[in-house]
Nanobody
């Protein structure tokens, strides 16, 4: 059974940076598409970044050029480097497998102050 443990969130100022990490267990993150999602208060969960097995990455328009998703194959983990943070990036961030989403983890809260 897949399990995701997200970490690295916190409070940042506008323009600041945070690096999120998702430790994956129960499945190998290395041989499947992985994604980072976020859910802001009162809004639906949205996919913001995903990475293919071959390393190809795609991003939501709202984060393109500011966020970067990467793999840590040795740790069976997926990271999200977030730069140029904006208040609208405030949300709970989750990782999962976009093709067939599994049970969601607890997520990690990111709060960006203006």
């Amino acid at each position: 059974q897949a399990r995701f443990v997200e970490s690295g969130g916190g409070l940042a100022q506008t323009g600041g940076s945070l690096r999120l990490s998702c430790e994956v267990s129960g499945i190998s993150s290395n041989d499947r598409r992985m994604g980072w999602y976020r859910q802001a208060p009162g809004k639906e969960r949205e996919l913001v970044a995903q990475i293919e097995v071959n390393g190809y990455t795609t991003y939501a328009d709202s984060v393109k050029g500011r966020f970067a998703i990467s793999r840590d194959n040795a740790k069976n983990a997926v990271n999200l480097q977030m730069n140029g943070l904006k208040p609208e990036d405030t949300a709970v961030y989750y990782c999962n497998t976009p093709v067939i989403p599994r049970e969601w983890g607890q997520g990690t809260q990111v709060t960006v102050s203006s």
